[in-house]
T-cell receptor, first 116, second 115 residues
Framework: DQQVKQNSPSLSVQEGRISILNCDYTNSMFDYFLWYKKYPAEGPTFLISISSIKDKNEDGRFTVFLNKSAKHLSLHIVPSQPGDSAVYFCAASVRYSGAGSYQLTFGKGTKLSVIP | DSGVTQTPKHLITATGQRVTLRCSPRSGDLSVYWYQQSLDQGLQFLIQYYNGEERAKGNILERFSAQQFPDLHSELNLSSLELGDSALYFC??????????????FGPGTRLTVL
């Protein structure tokens, strides 16, 4: 049972345009969400996160939106650059589990290709 | 560079063998997480250690075990290896505060190939 789903395995966007990556989750206990970028032969790199008490978080060209009622989050990259081409993973955790563990549940990733 | 180091980068071994993967967390981080990434399963949480003690277990096989040492580095031991254990193994570290955000930073991974 996939608790975090990224339904688009791949996405192609023209350089300079907006990239929108989507993620859905089923576990209503999740209260902290993160996006990671991964290049081949490297580990995931943290990009941006959002707590469930917010509906938007922005960091430079990256903005994450959270819609709790729809259990949906999205990552917007504006403007997209060729260096953004990578696999993007959505991840979720339960911050206040009481056990002090923040294990991440990952989606299967979306491969973004930004075309020059 | 995340500050998390993992060795070795690549490991090729045969079925039935045992291997040890090593991880050094970022300076100041007390928690180490291990994840497995296989082709069909994506990134899956295996186990977490916090300041030397096991804190949480995920989808970790009984043939696998881990520990965290007093200097906070961690080792993941994989034994009686099977072909299906071939995967990328990532270590991540974090501060794990008592509340607030906790972001995990990942190492470059160890690629294990079982022949």
């Amino acid at each position: 049972d996939q608790q975090v789903k990224q339904n688009s395995p791949s996405l192609s966007v023209q350089e300079g345009r907006i990239s929108i990556l989507n993620c859905d989750y089923t576990n209503s206990m999740f209260d902290y969400f993160l996006w990671y970028k991964k290049y081949p032969a490297e580990g995931p790199t943290f990009l941006i996160s959002i707590s469930s008490i917010k509906d938007k978080n922005e960091d430079g060209r990256f903005t994450v939106f959270l819609n709790k009622s729809a259990k949906h989050l999205s990552l917007h990259i504006v403007p997209s650059q060729p260096g953004d081409s990578a696999v993007y993973f959505c991840a979720a955790s339960v911050r206040y589990s009481g056990a002090g563990s923040y294990q991440l549940t990952f989606g299967k990733g979306t491969k973004l290709s930004v075309i020059p | 560079d995340s500050g998390v180091t993992q060795t070795p980068k690549h490991l090729i071994t045969a079925t039935g063998q045992r291997v040890t993967l090593r991880c050094s967390p970022r300076s100041g981080d007390l928690s180490v997480y291990w994840y497995q990434q296989s082709l069909d399963q994506g990134l899956q949480f295996l186990i977490q250690y916090y300041n030397g003690e096991e804190r949480a277990k995920g989808n970790i096989l009984e043939r696998f075990s881990a520990q965290q040492f007093p200097d906070l580095h961690s080792e993941l031991n994989l034994s009686s290896l099977e072909l299906g254990d071939s995967a990328l193994y990532f270590c991540a570290s974090s501060v794990v505060p008592t509340g607030g955000t906790d972001t995990q930073y990942f190492g470059p991974g160890t690629r294990l190939t079982v022949l």
